[in-house]
Nanobody, 122 residues
Framework: QVPLVESGGGLVQAGGSLRLSCAASRRTFSSGYIGWFRKFPGKEQEFVAAISRNGGMTYSLDSVKGRFTISRDNAENSVYLQMNSLKPEDTAVYYC???????????????WGQGTQVTVSS
């Protein structure tokens, strides 16, 4: 079973919404944290949001607070990123990743999905 699989990306107009899904294997889903990162061309992965194993702790990038919400469904072994009020600068490849401890540094996360493209048109 593939450890992490993202879906839900696509093309949307500015102001629109998308919901990204990250389906995890049972083993990966039991990691301490599942996070979402995004990658702009020529740059390193940028932290977007993360959620703890029991969902009690969430963290997010300041620029997405109030617009993006991370959640998880333990019955479905899935983590979601609801993205509202999207802006053209949110355009990137979005990845979910797993880590044993929380960090905003992508190098802490040792399991990664293949990514899903999000494109926001102006």
């Amino acid at each position: 079973q593939v450890p992490l699989v993202e879906s839900g990306g696509g093309l949307v107009q500015a102001g629109g919404s998308l919901r990204l899904s990250c389906a995890a294997s049972r083993r990966t889903f039991s990691s301490g944290y599942i996070g979402w990162f995004r990658k702009f061309p020529g740059k390193e992965q940028e932290f977007v949001a993360a959620i703890s194993r029991n969902g009690g702790m969430t963290y997010s990038l300041d620029s997405v607070k109030g617009r993006f919400t991370i959640s998880r469904d333990n019955a479905e072994n899935s983590v979601y990123l609801q993205m509202n009020s999207l802006k053209p600068e949110d355009t990137a490849v979005y990845y979910c990743a797993a880590a044993d401890v929380f960090s905003r540094n992508y190098s802490t996360y040792n399991v990664w999905g293949q990514g899903t493209q999000v494109t926001v048109s102006s």
